[in-house]
C-alpha cells in the first residue's frame, strides 16, 4: 500500500449484472481513504432463491468504513439504485442526498415502518455539494423516471462523470431534458473517467422519444372499442401522465389499482408533475363506468404473482374485471428473467378472449437507457480520458468497452463487483479485490445466502422431506413404533405401498440390526435411522429426499 493520495472506483453491485446498483468512489492515501458511495440499489430473488424476496449487495466492506463514509447520494428512485436503503442505511447512517421526487418517494415507503427514520438532504438537479474531498454537482438527465441526475465528481485528482441511467430524449414528457450544454460544459473542464451506463450497448441507433409513445397510445387507446387496462412500471411517471392524457383524449376515465402506482402518482402529484391532468378515480368508480368510458392503469407489468393484473387475469381481484373484447396494453419491457411470469399472464387473458398489445404490436414502450447513437453522443461531449462500462451484464460491458475504445479512449478498464480500479494517479488499472456478494432479504432478517438456508430449501423442492421419530428405553427398547411424515413425496410407490409405512419398517430394521448396547448412542441411532429412511425412498421412488430423524430416549 501507497501514502500517495489516489482516486479509486470500487463498484459493490450492478456491474456483471442489471440491478443491484451501488459504486463507492475513494479518495486519499490507501490506508486512510474517504469514500463516496453512489446509490444504493436491490435486485429482486428469482427461483433459484426459495422463499427470498430481496437481494442486496454485501456491504460488508463499506460497513466496516462507515466512519470514513462521507456521504451517500442517489442518482434516481428506481429500486434498483435506492431500494435498499430501508435495510441497509441504518448499517451506515452517513449523509445521504437525493432530489424530491426520489425524497418523496422514500418518505412514502418509509411511512409506517415503525422507529424508522431516514434523514434526507433533498437538493435539486443542477446542485453542487461538498462532500468530503469530493465536489459533486448533480446534472439533469433523461431517463424512465423523473429527477434523473448524472453525477460530476471532482477531486484534486480529476473529475470523474457517473452517468446514472440516462438517454437523449428531448421530450421527456415529465421534467427536465437533458442538459446537453452542462455536459459539453464540463467536458470542455477536463474529465478524466466516464463511467457510464452499458445497457443497451448491444443495439444500434437511437432510442425513441417518451413523446412518440405518447402519441402511439392514444391511437391505440382511441381503437378500443371496451375496456382498456393499462400496465407499466409505477415510477414511470411520464408513461402515467401519457396514459392519463391519451385516455381524456378518448373520453375515459383513469382508475389506479395498485399501491405503488398510487403512491407514486401521490409524490408526482405534490409535486406538480401531474399539472393538466384530470383526477384519477380509485378502484370502486371502476364497477359503475360505462364498459367504453373507463382505463385502467394497473400495476403488474413484470408479471408479479400479487400485484393487480395477475389478479385481475386469475379472476381474483375484489373490483376489477375483464372480459372477451377488452384490451391490456403492456407498456413495458420484460425485465430478463421475467418471462415465464409475464407471459402466463398473457396467456390467460388471451384465453379469455382479451386483446392483448406489447411492444412487438407497437410503439407502447420505449427503454430509458442509450443505444450506441446516443453514447457516441455523450462521449463526444466529456471526451472521457478513462472509460469505466457499468450497469449491465458480462455482454453488455464487453459491448460498451469495445464502443469506448472505438471513440479513441486512452484506457477503457473493465471491472466487476468488488473489483477496485485506480482512476489516479499513474496508470489506471485494477489494484485491489474487496469482498464483493450478494445478502438476502429472508423474512425480516438480512443474510448471507450461505446461513440463510436457501440452499436447503432448493433441495426440499427438488425432492420433499422425510421427518420420523424414534423412542427408545435405556435399554435401547423400542417404546413405541417409530412414526413419520412425509411432504413433498408421492402418496405411495409403484406398487401401492404408503411411503410412510415403507420408512418405517426401513427405521425399524435398522435400529433392531444395531447391537442393543449401542443402541444407547442417540447419535448412531438417529444416522443408522437416517441413512435407512433415505435408502428405502431412494429405492423406491429414485430420488432422494431430505431425511430428519429425531431420537428420544426416556427412562
Known amino acids: 500500500m501507497t501514502d500517495t493520495a489516489e482516486l479509486v472506483f470500487c463498484p459493490l453491485g450492478g456491474v456483471g449484472e442489471i440491478g443491484m446498483n451501488m459504486g463507492l468512489y475513494g479518495f486519499g492515501p490507501a490506508k486512510s481513504r474517504t469514500w463516496l458511495m453512489v446509490d444504493c440499489g436491490v435486485s429482486f430473488a428469482g427461483p433459484d432463491l426459495p422463499g427470498v424476496d430481496l437481494v442486496f449487495p454485501d456491504i460488508r466492506f463499506i460497513e466496516a468504513e462507515r466512519k470514513n463514509l462521507a456521504g451517500i447520494v442517489i442518482t434516481h428512485a428506481h429500486e434498483d439504485h435506492y431500494g435498499a ?27 409506517g415502518h415503525g422507529g424508522l427514520n431516514i434523514p434526507v438532504n433533498v437538493v435539486e438537479q443542477g446542485a453542487r455539494l461538498e462532500i468530503g474531498p469530493f465536489d459533486v454537482e448533480l446534472v439533469a438527465m433523461s431517463h424512465s423516471i423523473p429527477e434523473p441526475t448524472a453525477l460530476a465528481i471532482r477531486t484534486k485528482l480529476g473529475t470523474v462523470l457517473h452517468s446514472g441511467d440516462w438517454k437523449i430524449d428531448p421530450q421527456p414528457g415529465i421534467g427536465k431534458p437533458i442538459d446537453l450544454k452542462r455536459l459539453g460544459e464540463i467536458g470542455s473542464e477536463g474529465v478524466l473517467a466516464l463511467v457510464s451506463d452499458s445497457t443497451n450497448a448491444v443495439r444500434e ?81 371502476y364497477g359503475y363506468l360505462p364498459r367504453d368510458k373507463v382505463l385502467a392503469l394497473c400495476t403488474g407489468s413484470q408479471g408479479e404473482a400479487r400485484a393487480a393484473l395477475a389478479r385481475i387475469a386469475g379472476d381474483d381481484h375484489r373490483s376489477i374485471t375483464l372480459n372477451a373484447g377488452d384490451m391490456v396494453i403492456f407498456s413495458s419491457r420484460t425485465i430478463p428473467g421475467n418471462e415465464r411470469a409475464v407471459n402466463a399472464i398473457i396467456n390467460s387473458l388471451v384465453s379469455e378472449g382479451i386483446n392483448v398489445v406489447t411492444d412487438r404490436d407497437g410503439l407502447v414502450h420505449v427503454s430509458g437507457h442509450p443505444r450506441l447513437g446516443e453514447m457516441q453522443e455523450l462521449y463526444g461531449l466529456i471526451r472521457p480520458k478513462i472509460a469505466v462500462p457499468v450497469h449491465g451484464e458480462p455482454m453488455h460491458l464487453a459491448a460498451h468497452a469495445r464502443f469506448a475504445r472505438k471513440q479513441g479512449v486512452e484506457k477503457v478498464l473493465v471491472g466487476y463487483n468488488g473489483t477496485m480500479l485506480r482512476l489516479a494517479p499513474g496508470k489506471p488499472e485494477a489494484i485491489d479485490e474487496v469482498p464483493a456478494g450478494r445478502l438476502v432479504k429472508d423474512g425480516n432478517m438480512l443474510l448471507d445466502p450461505e446461513v440463510s438456508g436457501v440452499a436447503e430449501r432448493r433441495r426440499l423442492s427438488f425432492a420433499g422431506v422425510v421427518i420420523a421419530s424414534v423412542v427408545l428405553d435405556r435399554s435401547g427398547n423400542f417404546v413405541a413404533d417409530p412414526e413419520a411424515a412425509v411432504l413433498g413425496l408421492p402418496d405411495a410407490d409403484g406398487e401401492g405401498d404408503d411411503f410412510e409405512d415403507i420408512v418405517v419398517d426401513a427405521i425399524e430394521e435398522a435400529v433392531e440390526s444395531i447391537p442393543r448396547k449401542r443402541r444407547r448412542d442417540p447419535e448412531l441411532v438417529r444416522e443408522a435411522a437416517r441413512r435407512a429412511a433415505r435408502a428405502a425412498v431412494l429405492q423406491r421412488w429414485g430420488k432422494k429426499p431430505v431425511c430428519k430423524v429425531l431420537v428420544s430416549v426416556i427412562d
Not at 435495510?87 to 421526487?101: G, I, N, S
Not at 382498456?228 to 376515465?253: I, P, Q, W
Request: glycine share 6%; hydrophobic share 50%; with cysteine.
Open 85 to 111: 436503503l430501508m435495510d441497509l442505511w441504518p448499517r451506515l447512517e452517513a449523509p445521504l442526498y437525493m432530489t424530491p421526487f426520489t425524497a418523496g418517494l422514500l418518505q412514502a415507503k418509509v411511512y
Open 205 to 285: 441507433g437511437v432510442s425513441p422519444s417518451e413523446a412518440d409513445v405518447a402519441k402511439a397510445l392514444a391511437e391505440i387507446i382511441r381503437g378500443a372499442p371496451h375496456r382498456v387496462a393499462v400496465t407499466t412500471f409505477a415510477s414511470n411517471v411520464a408513461r402515467l401522465k401519457s396514459v392519463a392524457l391519451a385516455a381524456e383524449e378518448c373520453d375515459r376515465d383513469v382508475v389506479v389499482i395498485g399501491r405503488a402506482m398510487k403512491r407514486t402518482l401521490d409524490v408526482a402529484t405534490e409535486l406538480g408533475y401531474m399539472e393538466g391532468v384530470k383526477p384519477f378515480l380509485d378502484e370502486e368508480a
